[in-house]
């Protein structure tokens, strides 16, 4: 029997990186205690002081009180092991790397140690969730909850269903984006899902124009702010996501969907010469060390 949302109590977050950490964050000020885990030496404790510097700015602004900044903070515990961050857990959200070898290993640990009522989650923004699943003797506890950057701030949360889900995950895993403050939507596991399917279709229409001299990345961008109301645009959203990033799933949308996803091959040129966005501090813009645009 899969736990109920508002009945869960420890969490097990894997990856304190950029979607990691605001994962962690949200469910520790939603009252959960929080274990953050990452594979590289120190990872998880930089993650967890992430989140301070997030709930600081959040008392600055006077969104959160000093006290429930400390009592959220407290709820998140850095972890060094990954069998210690997942005995026990009553649900398990995964951030690590798009590797599907990768997530299906950590899958496979988390389908042995965490509670067997536990929800298990991947944030994946495009890879298969039914093949994650099937890593886990019980595939049908295994769900998508794909997050968007900020996590603190974005309010959607794809929950991605495959073909062997029990209804009762979807149902958690809805339940449990709401008690985050976020609002959910059920998509099926299909290539992309929904959001990063469009998305990418959009950021990759964008590099096109940039390659044929069309229009200046800022132009692109200030197009869609200003025209459509997008609050970001494609090209620099492309930047805080990673070009890698966006080239990786590109790539994988290409082969799943066909050649109207193929990669531009000045993504391709500028990932090959190291420029991933504002993570190197160059992509379609350049980025100073504090992480603000010139």
């Known amino acids: 029997m899969i736990i109920s949302a508002p009945d869960i109590q420890t ?44 709930c600081d700015k959040a008392v600055e602004l006077g969104k959160m009180t000093a006290a429930d900044r400390d009592a959220a903070l407290a709820r998140v515990t850095a972890v060094d092991e990954l069998d210690a961050a997942l005995r026990g857990a009553d649900a398990v959200i995964e951030a690590i790397p798009e590797v599907l070898a990768l997530k299906r290993e950590v899958f496979a640990a988390a389908g042995e140690l965490a509670a067997p009522h536990a929800l298990l989650a991947t944030n994946t923004s495009s890879l298969p969730v039914g093949e994650i699943a099937a890593a886990v003797a019980q595939p049908g506890r295994v769900i ?14 794809e929950v991605v269903r495959h073909g062997a889900s029990d209804p009762a995950a979807v149902a ?77 799933i590109a790539t994988y949308l290409a082969e799943a969907l066909g050649e109207r996803f193929e990669p531009p091959q000045l993504l391709r040129d500028l990932v090959e010469r190291g420029k991933l966005g504002k993570k190197s501090g160059e992509g379609f813009y350049t980025w100073s060390a504090d992480g603000k645009r010139r």
């Open 11 to 54: 969490m097990a977050v894997l990856g304190a990186g950029t979607m990691g950490h605001g994962i962690a964050q949200v469910a520790a000020v939603a009252g959960i205690s929080v274990r953050l885990y990452d594979a590289l030496a120190g990872g998880a404790a930089a993650g967890r002081a992430r989140i301070g510097k997030n």
């Open 144 to 157: 998508g909850m794909h997050f968007f950057n900020p996590v603190h701030l974005m309010k959607l949360v």
């Open 172 to 248: 958690c895993a809805t339940a449990l984006a709401e008690r985050f403050g976020k609002t959910p939507i059920v998509v099926a596991d299909s290539p992309g899902f929904a959001s990063s399917r469009l998305g990418i279709a959009l950021g990759l229409e964008a590099i096109r124009m940039v390659e044929q001299n069309v229009a200046s990345p800022a132009d692109i961008d200030t197009a869609m702010k200003l025209g459509y109301g997008h609050p970001m645009g494609p090209l620099e959203l492309t930047d805080l996501v990673g070009l890698d990033v966006r080239l990786s």
